[in-house]
């Protein structure tokens, strides 16, 4: 980490209160970085006063600012749209690091794009960027497609051939997770899937990629390596590019869900609370949730409306709550019995099966618990719990030594 004196630097956007970039610039520098929230007609003003010695500028400014610049870097001419500024002299220097981060998001998933086709999925800022880069490297064909343009989701099967399919669109970004611009499995050629969202960590078009054995990445490469360039930038220094690999990989530690799922009584809640404590994140139990949302217990909920009422219930709150981040997630034991439960939950997070003897499993409030066979419960949703999680975890009798064994299974 670079130490600075008395820098002030920040975001400049419309809407910020889901940005990474705060936590990614502390992880470069010690200086100030602050959001700077405002609509359009505010922009100009900042500007002409500008109290930050550098700045980032993210959607949709990147292109209102350009104006107010007293210098624009050759690069960001040539993209059209400007994400770093820097005061020098009481002057204003824009330049776009954006290629640099997506330069590096290339290379870090190791798909080659010359002489590759490649769809470039939306038309806006993001995509000059990156066609700008996919021609310094030489793609064959770059195909543009957005909503009513000549090339549109309607045709699009006319270039079902293609290598390579980048996403700069906002489908399927927080908190509208759960939704892909494209079906991929009209796209058999693919050797790469690209979306500039990293939150979620997995939108559902990654998901698909990641179902179809595509190598797939996503945006927070690229975010993390044009803040890197930023800071170069900000206090005119050169910092290694090994530092892109080691902040991506904090940041999404401290931005996925630790997920735990397993039978009723298994100790998700109890370990669950117990990790949120050692990690400082919220807990969530989404059977609270549920009761909460429904006004009753759950008992209550399977007593006068039936099982099916309290899945659908369920489905809604797993949906609410998943699509967050950083979060530590206790579910109910029957959530896997509904695969529409498992994107959700997979999208942002890292799902883990608590293991615990079934010998050991209570049965108070728990209404299927009671009225079924345990064992067979246990036999029919074992496999369920298998295909869920990512890793597993034994619950111990000392919670403590259950959290050690979450944070093992994670790698935290």
Do not use: W
């Amino acid at each position: 980490m670079i130490h600075t004196d008395n820098f002030k630097c920040g975001l400049l956007g419309e809407h910020l209160s889901h940005s990474f970039s705060p936590q990614i610039h502390a992880l470069l520098a010690d200086y100030e970085y602050k959001l700077y929230e405002m609509p359009e007609n505010e922009v100009g003003a900042f500007l002409k006063s500008c109290p930050l010695d550098a700045m980032n500028v993210t959607i949709p400014y990147k292109k209102t600012v350009m104006p107010f610049l007293d210098f624009i870097s050759d690069e960001a001419q040539k993209i059209g749209s400007v994400n770093t500024i820097v005061k020098k002299d009481g002057k204003l220097f824009g330049y776009n690091t954006d290629y640099y981060g997506f330069m590096h998001m290339i290379k870090s998933l190791g798909v080659t794009v010359k002489h590759k086709k490649v769809l470039v999925l939306g038309t806006g800022g993001a995509s000059l960027t990156v066609k700008t880069v996919l021609q310094d490297l030489e793609a064959a064909e770059i195909i543009s497609v957005s909503r009513t343009g000549e090339v549109n989701y309607s045709n699009i099967t006319l270039h079902s051939d293609a290598d390579v399919i980048v996403n700069t669109t906002p489908v399927g970004m927080y908190p509208n997770n759960g939704v892909s611009p494209v079906n991929l499995e009209m796209f058999p050629a693919l050797s790469g899937v690209l979306d500039l969202i990293y939150n979620p960590a997995r939108t559902s078009l990654l998901c698909q990629a990641e179902r179809l054995g595509i190598p797939f990445i996503n945006g927070l490469v690229m975010l993390v390596s044009q803040a890197k360039k930023a800071c170069e930038y900000f206090l005119d220094c050169t910092i290694d590019d090994s530092e892109n690999k080691r902040i991506t990989q904090e940041i999404a530690k401290q931005s996925e869900n630790i997920v735990l799922i397993g039978m009723p009584s298994s100790g998700k809640s109890t370990a669950g609370k117990k990790l949120a404590e050692v990690l400082g994140r919220e807990f969530v139990d989404t059977d609270e949730l549920i009761a909460e949302m429904a006004g009753m217990s759950i008992p209550e909920i399977f007593s006068q409306y039936g099982e099916e009422h309290f899945r659908k219930i369920e489905h809604e709150a797993v949906k609410q709550t998943a699509k967050r981040s950083g979060l530590v997630i206790a579910t109910g034991g029957g959530v896997v019995t509904r695969q529409e439960n498992y994107l959700p939950l997979h999208e942002n997070g890292r799902i883990v099966f608590i293991e615990r003897d079934i010998n050991e499993l209570s049965t108070d409030g728990r209404p299927l618990s009671q009225k079924g066979n345990l064992e067979k419960m246990y036999e029919t949703r074992l496999p369920l719990y298998l295909s869920f999680c990512d890793v597993k975890a034994d619950c111990e009798k000392d919670v403590k030594k259950t959290v050690e064994n979450i944070l093992k299974a994670v790698k935290l």
